[in-house]
């Protein structure tokens, strides 16, 4: 055997070396995203959670809930904060679920839930009063999506308290 024939020789097994691990660094790649994508979905699953134990922990923030979504006009002032700011904090939590569905860091079926939850909270009567002047504070792309929602699924829509009794 001559050096020419070695030297490609040790070319090759170089080459072939490179190759396994570029593949071994795209495997890698792909299994942290997945490891990543299951962290940010227990996340957000977690803070839904938190989220919805706040009617559960507290029965100030339930009755205010409660009343405001099946009659908002006649709330009170302290009532109608409770439940804005309730609005709010989900609204937040389904922004970033929506964001995060968009990018692939959560599963669809995770995000539908999210989905429509929102949905059949702005279906209610306190809903509907406060997604007006609430849809502004989300995303551009996040707020057009969910107007074209609620405009697509009408008065046939489920209402939260439908779904959720004890509200």
Not at 69 to 77: E, F, G, I, K, V
Request: aromatic share 12%; net charge negative.
């Amino acid at each position: 055997m001559n050096w020419d024939a070695l030297g490609a020789i040790s070319e090759l097994t170089a080459a072939l070396a490179f190759l396994v691990s570029f593949l071994f660094v795209g495997h890698q790649l792909r299994q942290n995203r997945e490891m990543e994508r299951a962290s940010n979905q227990r996340e957000i699953l977690n803070q839904a959670r938190g989220f919805f134990s706040l009617t559960r922990s507290d029965l100030r923030i339930l009755v205010a809930v409660s009343e405001c979504m099946r009659d908002y006009a006649t709330a009170n002032q302290e009532k109608k904060h409770i439940f804005n700011m309730w609005v709010v904090d989900y609204m937040l939590l389904v922004e970033q679920a929506w964001y995060m569905r968009r990018d692939g860091y959560i599963n669809t079926a995770s995000y539908d839930g999210f989905e429509n939850l929102c949905l059949a909270m702005f279906a209610t009567e306190g809903g509907q009063a406060v997604w007006p002047r609430l849809k502004a504070s989300w995303g551009r792309d996040a707020s057009e999506h969910f107007e074209k929602r609620l405009l697509e699924s009408g008065a046939d829509s489920p209402k939260l308290y439908d779904l959720l009794p004890y509200l």
